[in-house]
T-cell receptor, first 109, second 114 residues
Framework: SQQGEEDPQALSIQEGENATMNCSYK?????LQWYRQNSGRGLVHLIL?????REKHSGRLRVTLDTSKKSSSLLITASRAADTASYFC?????????FGSGTKLNVKP | DGGITQSPKYLFRKEGQNVTLSCEQN?????MYWYRQDPGQGLRLIYY???????QKGDIAEGYSVSREKKESFPLTVTSAQKNPTAFYLC?????????????FGEGSRLTVL
């Protein structure tokens, strides 16, 4: 399986701090995506980075991709209590999507 | 509004019964997926379909069956052969082969076996 693994499993920070989550995967990919899941809900897409890109920004989100190390990181800057959720990376290999185990982020007000 | 609708949201089943979870999308997407999520864990792929009348097994297909008779619909049947069916089930859709894009998810169906 090329399922990704997120690190850390859980992260607790104060509002206003930055949150960094890491993802490692096993095989070659077309692109890597990050998703957010609020408790008991479906996943919502956050950002997509293609295999030939190294960094991408979207609002308070910054994603990096290192294909040589098969790893990616998601940075959320100036976190808010509303960012509290689980975050998953997903690898896309010819439209077969594999998800990691997720990082549970708790942002304390 | 366009999106994916899963039903029912909550479902209780007695051991030995088959149950079918509904997934409908009006996004005109070719690809549809079923995932299983256990508490505190990630998503595991059960089945996926890239086009009508065709589907492939994912990593944990045993005890599950699907059909894709219409583009809009991809129902999942949890059969009595599934040893531990209590879980949160998520359906998703995407543009399909030849496209780069994200998955759109439904709100999930929580199945509890009594």
């Amino acid at each position: 399986s090329q399922q990704g693994e997120e690190d850390p499993q859980a992260l607790s920070i104060q509002e206003g701090e930055n949150a960094t989550m890491n993802c490692s995967y096993k095989t070659s990919i077309n692109n890597l995506q990050w998703y957010r899941q609020n408790s008991g809900r479906g996943l919502v897409h956050l950002i997509l980075i293609r295999s030939n890109e190294r960094e991408k920004h979207s609002g308070r989100l910054r994603v990096t991709l290192d294909t040589s190390k098969k790893s990616s990181s998601l940075l959320i800057t100036a976190s808010r209590a509303a960012d509290t959720a689980s975050y998953f990376c997903a690898t896309d290999n010819f439209n077969k999507f594999y998800f990691g185990s997720g990082t549970k982020l708790n942002v304390k007000p | 509004d366009g999106g994916i609708t899963q039903s029912p949201k909550y479902l209780f089943r007695k051991e030995g019964q088959n149950v079918t979870l509904s997934c409908e999308q009006n996004l005109n997407h070719d690809a549809m997926y079923w995932y299983r999520q256990d508490p505190g864990q990630g998503l595991r792929l059960i089945y996926y379909s890239q086009i009508v009348n065709d589907f492939q097994k994912g990593d944990i297909a045993e005890g599950y069956s699907v059909s894709r008779e219409k583009k809009e619909s991809f129902p999942l049947t949890v059969t009595s052969a599934q040893k531990n069916p209590t879980a949160f089930y998520l359906c998703a859709s995407g543009l399909g082969q030849g496209f780069i894009g994200e998955l759109f998810f439904g709100e999930g169906s929580r199945l509890t076996v009594l």
